[in-house]
């Protein structure tokens, strides 16, 4: 069993920064692949970001290449997703997900949810 928590969500105005933390517990975090998805009101939920169990593979959603950066620390049990160059369409619930695979990059693919996070982008 995995249990996650996110954290780092806030207001931020358009053109900023935001950086959230997942830590995870459990002994075999580093054998995960961990993802960042987000939800905003009336969509389905998609993956922004993944990063397979060593780190040596990352995936990005097309919306956020270039200004999303995804990196775990597995000494720490913790997975980050800092987010640059924020805009209005990036508010959204986002959370953070464990995939007992090494790598994972669609929602049906993870086995283990956080609670989510709110970010906000004023314009």
């Known amino acids: 069993q995995v249990q996650l928590v996110e954290s780092g969500g806030g207001l931020v105005q358009a053109g900023g920064s935001l950086r959230l933390s997942c830590a995870a517990s459990?002994?075999?975090?580093?054998?995960?692949?961990m993802g960042w998805f987000r939800q905003a009101p009336g969509k389905e939920r998609e993956c922004v970001a993944a990063i397979s169990w060593s780190g040596g593979s990352t995936y990005y959603a097309d919306s956020v290449k270039g200004r999303f950066t995804i990196s775990r620390d597995n000494a720490k049990n913790t997975v980050y997703l800092q987010m640059n160059s924020l805009t209005p369409e990036a508010t959204a619930v986002y959370s953070c997900?464990?995939?007992?695979?090494?790598?994972?990059?669609?929602?049906?693919?993870?086995?283990?949810w956080g609670q989510g996070t709110q970010v906000t982008v004023s314009s």
């Open positions: 997900a464990a995939a007992r695979a090494g790598w994972a990059t669609r929602v049906g693919e993870y086995d283990y």
């Open positions: 459990g002994r075999t975090f580093s054998s995960y692949a």
